[in-house]
């Protein structure tokens, strides 16, 4: 009988565990993705991305004698009605850890083994399972620190190479089309313009991850912070749909570390947040919408998300040359550098005294690297209300900061038009992207700031001491 590959954010045939699995059944394998309740509910950009993800698998599959089914509608029903007409025995799928995805792959679990099937999800989206770290209490790790430490002498399994066979069944079920599904109908950011910023499909991805071994890992501790510079691997928005496995990275880390590159150590440490991430939204799944601290609710951010500074903020033009310039970088790339992300989040959050949810939102509308676990843990450590937060009281200065990490405004001039006679190109492009509602042209003035770094530096400062918690 034949075995399904329900495939999610693991668009990728090489180290592959449920894939594996799948093949391990013995039978021919039906890979098959579902438009599903959860995947209908993602942001504009995601979305889109997620979908040419998908494409670039299909194809790939295609290219390896294989097929990618496609459906549309509610996970359960799909795969119940997909089992009735295969004959499929087992299905396998890539564990999630979110609650939405964890709520619907326990309603298919349960519905598929009523139906008789042989229904499991197999670990490979994350290196260490989150139930597996444990403190010696017996309790899941709410401060980082300790969490690295008791994973980062672990075994990880290495990495396994691409199936040679993917036992395609002699005939196929139908199959929706991509097209029909138009993705990107959301986008009303220029889909165009973004395209070109993307890295597409575990060929790409492998090749990126290869590229930062060789020529940037042994800098990456010096250069990591300096969004104006290639400093960092930009592999998370090939983690987020799974189109590199995250323990292909850490080995390719755990070498570089035995050759003696510098950087090695910290880029072992930054995959591991992205676990540490996952450790938490696992045991606190209330921290994807709500304060994990949960006195956090009483304090008096705003959450209206018509007020004409959160529109400023969205827009790139606070007339904070750190946060705009961050602002333009993930509207056109749909990618920003976590040093700018860190500072968008403060000003919001702290100058602007806008409930971090607004911008949870927005960058779940606009990151090509999307993942529901590091952006509400990014979050919320930026706005104080997370676990191993920075405090509330500690404000980035939006404007030193530009000479401590963006010395030579390489970054700003990169993102900026308004105030540089001959602008670059990039600067230039964010205006294609935008939409013409928004009314900006890199002739205007550079706005001045909405609130300044001192006067929002005190307003945050005062709302934090008044608080009644
Ligand atoms: P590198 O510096 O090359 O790091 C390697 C990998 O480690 C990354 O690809 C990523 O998987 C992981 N990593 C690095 N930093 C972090 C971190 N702080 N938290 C979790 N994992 C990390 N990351 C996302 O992948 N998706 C998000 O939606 C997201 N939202 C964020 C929101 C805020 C407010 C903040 C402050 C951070 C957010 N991050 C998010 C984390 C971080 O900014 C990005 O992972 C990083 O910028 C990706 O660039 P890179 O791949 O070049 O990272």
């Keep these: 009988a034949p075995a399904i590959w329900w495939v999610r954010r693991d668009l990728r045939l090489g180290d592959n565990p449920a894939l594996t699995e799948a093949l391990k059944a013995g039978g021919p394998v039906i890979p098959v993705f579902i438009l599903d309740e959860v995947f209908e509910s993602y942001g504009a950009c995601p979305l889109w991305r997620f979908g040419l993800g998908v494409e670039h698998l299909a194809k790939t599959l295609e290219e390896a004698g294989s097929r990618l089914i496609l459906r549309r509608g509610k996970a359960k029903d799909v795969l119940t ?277 607004i911008g949870q939102k927005w960058f779940e509308d606009c990151l090509i690297d999307w993942d529901p676990a590091s952006n509400a843990m990014g979050w919320q450590w930026s706005a104080g209300s997370g676990p191993d937060a920075t405090p509330y009281f500690r404000v980035f200065n939006p404007v030193t900061q530009i000479d401590k990490f963006d010395k030579d405004r390489t970054y700003l001039k990169r993102w900026l038009a308004e105030e540089y006679s001959r602008p670059t190109k990039t600067a230039l492009s964010y205006f294609d992207a935008i939409p013409e509602s928004w009314n900006m042209s890199p002739d205007d003035e550079y706005p001045e700031p909405i609130v300044p770094h001192d006067e929002g530096r005190k307003r945050a400062l005062d709302a934090y001491e008044n608080r009644d918690f």
């Excluded at 597996?132 to 430490?149: C, D, I, M």
């Excluded at 696992?282 to 919408?289: A, D, E, L, M, Q």
């Excluded at 992300?341 to 971090?356: D, E, P």
């Design 81 to 357: 009605a997909l089992v009735n007409e295969t004959g499929a025995k087992t299905v396998r799928w890539s564990r999630a850890y979110d609650p939405d995805q964890v709520a619907r792959d326990k309603g298919v679990k349960a519905a598929l083994e009523d139906a008789g099937v042989d229904a499991k999800s197999v670990a490979g989206h994350l290196m260490f399972e989150p139930w597996s770290v444990e403190t010696k209490q017996g309790e899941f790790y709410k401060v980082y620190t300790p969490f690295w430490r008791s994973v980062k002498d672990r075994d990880v399994p290495a990495p396994v190479s691409r199936p040679s066979d993917l036992n395609p069944p002699q005939s196929w079920p139908d199959s929706e089309k991509l097209e029909d599904w138009a993705l990107d109908a959301a986008m009303v950011r220029g889909a165009d313009i973004v395209r070109p910023h993307l890295n597409i499909g575990e060929d790409a991805a492998s090749a990126r991850l290869a590229a930062f071994i060789a020529h940037r890992i042994d800098a990456y501790d010096e250069m990591r912070d300096f969004p104006g510079e290639d400093g960092t691997s930009r592999l998370s928005e090939n983690l987020a749909w799974g189109e590199i496995s995250p323990r292909a990275c850490w080995h390719a880390g755990i070498r570089a570390l035995n050759e003696g590159k510098k950087g090695a150590e910290t880029f072992l440490k930054e995959l591991v947040w992205r676990e540490f991430a996952y450790h938490l939204v696992w045991h606190t799944p209330r921290i994807v919408s709500g304060n994990w601290r949960e006195e956090w609710d009483a304090f008096p951010w705003n959450e209206d998300e018509r007020k004409a500074e959160v529109k400023a903020w969205k827009q790139g033009r606070t007339g904070i040359r750190f946060v705009d310039a961050a602002m333009r970088e993930m509207y056109v790339t749909g990618h920003m550098h976590n040093r700018a992300r860190m500072i968008v989040a403060s000003y919001l959050t702290k100058h602007l005294l806008c409930h971090w949810r």
